[in-house]
């Protein structure tokens, strides 16, 4: 398929970092700064911020919610006011705080190698990962990812820049070329869910077609488990291709496709748009929040998002 238009330059010395065909560090870096302007999580009484909520009832920072006295129940935790008004004793509940583990599962099928506009579909992931952890680095998460491998050990989870960075790096790697060991989405899934635990943040980073090729069983136990979200990488030109005849290259040869005729313009379709179509249902079926990324997108574009109702459930 026809790639990224390169000039003299680039097509005699090939491709650098940072110029929409390869990921680099610095780019990823300076994400940082729209992670940092985001609208920051809620914070304490007292204005400090900490790590993220769970759901888990204990004893912790913030006060959660009253409910009528159990026998076994702390008695230090008695809510007198409330139980002053209703005649009946009450106790309070706290939300425990703890560290969040946000992971970064990246697809690599060699699908995502290619782009029309701006950029490559891997460098447009690549963005959006490094994104991921740059919230999750102000957010006081732990950070880790992974891929579909067999040989690679997932990035440990670890917090702050340190955590962010290896990620990065990981990313930059990743993306900058197909693995030649991609085990596939599948894969990635099955060694994230030995990684997680109930309340963690999901953002995977993925192919439309590599999203229909997990089970829907493996989908479903992240969707009820964890907070997920899926990012669905494309490119205008697969989505909104030209009413015309458009030429590609081909192993040296020059191909023309006339898509200008609606028989071809109706595979097109089903090549590309339907399984975009199809995994956003299967998404929404398993209740994990997703939508399409096109290479052409801002690189926040899809942080609203992150703002929906979480899955946090055990």
Avoid: C
Avoid at 59 to 74: I, L, N, Q, W
Avoid at 123 to 150: F, M, Y
């Amino acid at each position: 398929m026809a790639q990224t238009p390169r000039s003299s330059t680039q097509a005699t010395t090939g491709p650098t970092a940072g110029d929409g065909i390869l990921p680099s560090l610095a780019e990823l870096v300076a994400l940082r700064a729209l992670a940092q302007g985001r609208r920051p999580p809620r914070r304490g009484q007292h204005g400090m911020q900490g790590h993220a909520l769970s759901n888990l009832r204990g004893r912790g920072m913030e006060y959660a919610e009253s409910r009528e006295y159990a026998a076994g129940d702390d008695a230090r935790h008695i809510d007198w006011r409330l139980t002053a008004r209703s005649g009946k004793a009450h106790t309070k509940l706290f939300q425990a705080e703890r560290e969040r583990l946000t992971l970064v599962v990246a697809d690599t099928a060699p699908a995502l190698y290619f782009g029309t506009r701006v950029r490559f579909k891997s460098v447009q992931a690549a963005r959006a990962g490094a994104l991921a952890a740059w919230l999750a680095a102000r957010d006081g998460d732990r950070i880790a990812a992974l891929r579909g491998a067999s040989q690679e050990a997932p990035v440990a989870p670890a917090s702050g820049q340190r955590g962010a960075l290896r990620v990065l790096d990981a990313l930059v790697r990743w993306y900058a070329r197909p693995p030649e060991d991609d085990s596939g989405l599948a894969k990635a899934l099955e060694h994230a869910r030995r990684l997680l635990r109930p309340g963690s943040r999901v953002i995977v980073l993925a192919d439309p077609a590599s999203v229909l090729a997990v089970p829907a069983p493996l989908w479903a136990g992240v969707g009820q488990h964890h907070d997920a979200v899926v990012l669905l990488l494309t490119d205008p030109l697969e989505r909104r291709p030209p009413v015309a005849r458009l030429p590609f290259s081909l192993g040296g040869e020059r191909l023309e496709l006339a898509l200008d005729a609606a028989a071809v313009r109706q595979r097109w379709q089903q090549a590309f748009d339907a399984p975009m179509q199809a995994a956003l249902a299967l998404l929404q079926r398993q209740r994990i929040r997703a939508q399409p990324l096109s290479s052409d997108d801002p690189a926040d574009a899809w942080l609203a998002l992150l703002d929906g109702p979480a899955r946090r459930t055990g």
